[in-house]
């Protein structure tokens, strides 16, 4: 059976692989296609149907996504095309080849309909153009393809190898590691983790489960950066100061709600077909920690 990662070069799809090539199972069972962002142009929907008919995958993890919140600010019309259109292209060649797609998508499809807790079933309603291209994807894989889908929405994504610190968890990581006197962080906005281990663990179960068709795959409880920062500090030992700052302060640029907390609430169900350990937020960026395999931060090089 041949799968199709898409993004394999990117956070997630990094991951992923690293994970998948730990899983004999995984490895001896399956063909893995990983094309370059050149071979599987998210801008290109003509070489995407090509390279889907050529390369013909019954399983498509569906990673890849620009993410660019100044490019989503002043070119709307790229996103819609790659996060969008691009995941409708994969919808319809699912639905003509009997294929299934697994999507990730992002705990900012909400916002529209403002609610402490957000559970799988709520109506998404997008504020900024990123999450919007994101919700229309969820939306074509619903309409065109409704029992050959997965969609998984994620939190701020949290990398577990050495080499793959993601994003926000990379500039804590490295910030932290100058050991200045002060770091300011927002403290005024709450979102899930995700780790990319039990994302990787999720799929893995996801590829023999046939009736799985949307989860929040999140950490118990939301973080601020803020939260997320002082924990890393903590864990080692940092006598760095974290100051909170407001989110107005920082000047973001996307306007996505300052609260947003998702309950995985199918995922732990005691009838789910998956289930995995679920744990605080807190002990999963502690995981993530101990995964650097450190004493002190200043092991980490540039």
């Known amino acids: 059976m041949k799968i199709l990662l898409t993004g394999a070069s990117g956070n997630l799809g990094m991951a992923l692989l690293a994970y998948f090539q730990t899983q004999k199972t995984i490895t001896n069972h399956y063909e893995w296609l990983t094309p370059s962002s050149s071979e599987f142009d998210l801008l290109n929907i003509e070489q995407i149907k090509q390279y889907l008919q050529i390369n013909q995958p019954e399983i498509i993890i569906h990673c890849a996504a620009l993410t660019d919140g100044k490019l989503a600010k002043t070119n709307p019309e790229i996103f819609i095309q790659a996060n969008s259109y691009a995941t409708k292209n994969i919808a319809e060649y699912c639905a003509n080849a009997g294929a299934r797609c697994i999507f990730i998508s992002t705990q900012s499809v909400f916002g529209q309909y403002p609610k402490d807790i957000y559970y799988e079933g709520d109506k998404i309603g997008a504020l900024d153009n990123y999450s919007l291209s994101k919700q229309r994807g969820e939306e074509y894989l619903q309409q065109i393809i409704p029992n050959q889908h997965v969609i998984i929405r994620l939190g701020r994504l949290m990398g577990y ?7 926000f968890f990379q500039y804590a990581i490295d910030a932290l590691r ?3 006197p002060t770091i300011e962080a927002v403290a005024d906005e709450y979102e899930n983790i995700s ?4 994302v990787a663990k999720f799929i893995e179960r996801a590829l023999t489960h046939q009736d799985i068709k949307l989860y929040h795959l999140v950490s118990k409880g939301g973080a601020s950066r803020y939260d997320i920062m002082k924990k890393i500090a903590d864990y080692f030992q940092v006598t760095t100061e974290i100051i909170p700052i407001s989110l107005q302060k920082m000047q973001k640029l996307n306007n ?3 609260r947003v907390n998702l309950l995985d609430s199918r995922y732990h169900q005691a009838d789910s077909p998956i ?7 807190q002990d999963d960026v502690g995981d993530y920690c101990q995964s650097l395999n450190l004493s002190n931060l200043t092991q980490i090089t540039k």
């Open 161 to 167: 190898y050495p080499h793959q610190r993601v994003k």
């Open 178 to 180: 100058q050991n200045p």
């Open 195 to 198: 780790s990319a281990v039990h």
């Open 256 to 258: 996505v709600p300052n």
């Open 275 to 281: 289930i995995l350990p679920h744990q605080p937020w």
